[in-house]
């Protein structure tokens, strides 16, 4: 399976089966966590067996049960270190699925986690890992009209890609960015309103465009 193919079957799971990751699944998890972290800047770890990270009242209010896998996205704090973990976060939440597990993006309902940070580090983010009780459900989206209003008349690698971006997940399915068709083959997708993660969104959403559309086939404005 690509990763492109893994858009259309990755959705959110917050609820695990108390089963643990192979050891070839782990390698492979492992290398890409790796090449990820140096294209990106960023310091992904991967957190295995450790059920404390979750195990507490937060993570129960945000309906999180059996996580015992997790993923930490750091790096040096830095003006786009937000959207690159967005971005590159995403790359693995995808790479997870073509691999038979889930995940969930999650932003404060944890406990403390077990990165070890270099200095002058930040942690963003943590993804949830695992073999889901379920395959979790499709998000429901917001007037196309209103995300992408260039969509009815565009080229059809643009269509794709905000097809592949409508499906991408963001802060509490909150979807506030725009994606705009410019001169040429120029793309331009930018945030909409105030709200949480909304960095961390434009990365992730920018992720699923590119594979949508093909980066061969336009230029981010």
């Given at each position: 399976m690509e990763l492109k193919e893994a858009?259309?079957?990755?959705h959110s799971?917050?609820?695990y089966r108390d089963v643990p990751i192979?050891?070839?699944i782990r390698e492979q998890l492992d290398e890409y966590a790796f090449l990820l972290s140096k294209q990106g800047g960023l310091?992904?770890?991967i957190v295995y067996d450790e059920p404390e990270c979750f195990n507490v009242r937060l993570a129960r209010y945000g309906h999180f049960e059996n996580v015992k896998n997790y993923v930490v996205i750091s790096g040096k704090k830095e003006k786009d270190l937000e959207e690159r973990a967005g971005y590159y976060g995403e790359l693995f939440v995808l790479k997870a699925q073509t691999l038979g597990l889930n995940t969930c993006w999650v932003a404060l309902t944890h406990?403390?986690?077990r990165a070890v940070l270099k200095d002058g580090e930040k942690e963003v983010i943590l993804i949830s890992l695992g073999y889901g009780?379920?395959?979790g459900v499709s998000h429901k989206n917001k007037d196309l009209s209103v995300l992408s209003p260039d969509y009815a008349g565009a080229p059809d690698w643009f269509k794709k890609g905000v097809d592949a971006a409508l499906k991408a997940p963001t802060a509490t399915n909150q979807q506030k960015f725009r994606i705009a068709l410019k001169e040429g083959n120029k793309v331009k997708?930018?945030?909409a309103g105030i709200g949480p993660y909304l960095k961390l969104d434009l990365g992730i959403v920018k992720c699923h465009f590119e594979l949508g559309a093909g980066k061969e086939n336009?230029?981010?404005a």
């Open positions: 858009i259309d079957l990755r799971v917050r609820r192979e050891k070839d310091n992904i770890q406990g403390k986690s009780e379920s395959q997708i930018s945030t336009f230029e981010w």
